[in-house]
Nanobody, 120 residues
Framework: QVQLVESGGGLVQPGGSLRLSCAASGLPLDAYAIGWFRQAPGKEREGVSCISSSSGIRSYADSVKGRFTISRDNAKNTVYLQMNSLKPEDTAIYFC?????????????WGQGTQVTVSS
């Protein structure tokens, strides 16, 4: 059974940091591009970042450039999203997804999401 499991969310003050993890079971993550998405209450899901299977391509939404860093550890079958200088507008449920390509639209698998709340 294929599973993507996000972890690392929580409550953090503005300016703080969190590191999200996306761990896979039943799925070799190094065969997929992995994207991070987020959905805030009342808003549509949006793409945050993506890393290609080779790690040669890393893309970021304009709203998180310079603050978020995506990386992967294929030996641990895990992708990370380091989030620094967090803002209240970063509050959302964060999902990871396995895709064929960062430039594509097809998502093969979704995780269940992890809540990130940025508040004082």
């Amino acid at each position: 059974q294929v599973q993507l499991v996000e972890s690392g969310g929580g409550l953090v003050q503005p300016g703080g940091s969190l590191r999200l993890s996306c761990a896979a079971s039943g799925l070799p993550l190094d065969a997929y591009a992995i994207g991070w998405f987020r959905q805030a209450p009342g808003k549509e899901r949006e793409g945050v970042s993506c890393i290609s299977s080779s790690s040669g391509i890393r893309s970021y939404a304009d709203s998180v450039k310079g603050r978020f860093t995506i990386s992967r550890d294929n030996a641990k079958n895990t992708v990370y999203l380091q989030m620094n200088s967090l803002k209240p507008e970063d509050t959302a449920i964060y999902f990871c997804a396995a895709r064929s390509y960062c430039s594509g639209t097809i998502v093969h698998y979704w995780g269940q999401g992890t809540q990130v709340t940025v508040s004082s």
